[in-house]
């Protein structure tokens, strides 16, 4: 017997360890609110952690080491109640890039329609297609829009799935008293984001995440020149969604999560001086109240 087990001791090591699909760091903020008792806050933070990394949110089995990096800060800005609370969600969203220890950034956005009700030591439920509360409906949505994010820089439209997941969360929410749900409260809520996402004429914004990951920075290790021009292809795709609905939540979105990006990629010395203007110009044309971060391109700053 003591054979036995020490053979699957040695064997062990051999299979690769599988995990849950993320790597979710949560943060739970109460600075702004009055009181000593923050106990409280502390047992949400635990209890959002193990809801998010101990569930199995997809199909797929993952290595620890493919676990999707994302963040979740909550900031608590008011107590209404011993168990209701308001305040901000900031989510972040990264995705390796192939050959390298770099993440590039997909999501990072705030949303300030954050109204939930916990109790010290709750267990947190949530199930598919019904509206248990609004906590744990607003982070499953997140989740798999973080999911149909991370899917679709790997495979065209390949996070459809995800997207259709949120869009439940999303219909099953009309009813609530919490905003952030509705078409008709703001421009640029969660029925927005994912309406935007699976709205076939806004699939550019899809395509864009295909092109510049996978095509794009997974190829510029091995092929910088070819990788790069995938990348600067893609930029077009944002140009035509910018000229039919400039306004777009996900166009803004995407920007917001990728200036920096362009800033470094196009900054560099080896892109040359007219890909550098064109680029410039392009992006100072779809995003102009940030035109001077980008003149850093072209070193006009």
Known sequence: MKKILLF???????????????????????SQVEGTDKRVYESLQTALYDFINNRKWTNYNVRVEERIECTILITVTERLSSDEFKGTLNLVLRRPVLNTSYNSVLLNTIDKDFQFRYAEMQPLTYSDGTFSS???????????????LEFDSFSLDGGTPYYQKAQEI??????????????YESQHNRYWM???MMNPAYSEIRSFLYQFHRNGLDVMYEKLEQGRGSITESLDLLKKLYDDEPNLMALQLLLDAKRDE????????????????????????????????????????
């Open 194 to 196: 994912v309406e935007n």
């Open 170 to 183: 999303v219909n099953t929410a009309q009813t609530a008293t919490e905003q952030g749900w509705k078409g």
């Open 262 to 301: 362009f800033v470094n990629i196009y900054s560099d010395s080896r892109v040359p001086p007219l890909e550098k203007t064109n680029v410039y110009n392009l992006l100072k044309e779809i995003d102009p109240s940030n035109s001077s971060k980008y003149a850093t391109i072209t070193g006009s700053k």
């Open 134 to 148: 609004n906590l744990t409906s607003v982070i499953a949505y997140y989740i798999n829009m973080f999911l149909g």
């Open 8 to 30: 699957l001791v040695f064997l062990l090591p051999a299979f690769p360890l599988l995990a849950q699909e993320l790597n979710c760091q949560i943060t739970v903020s109460s």
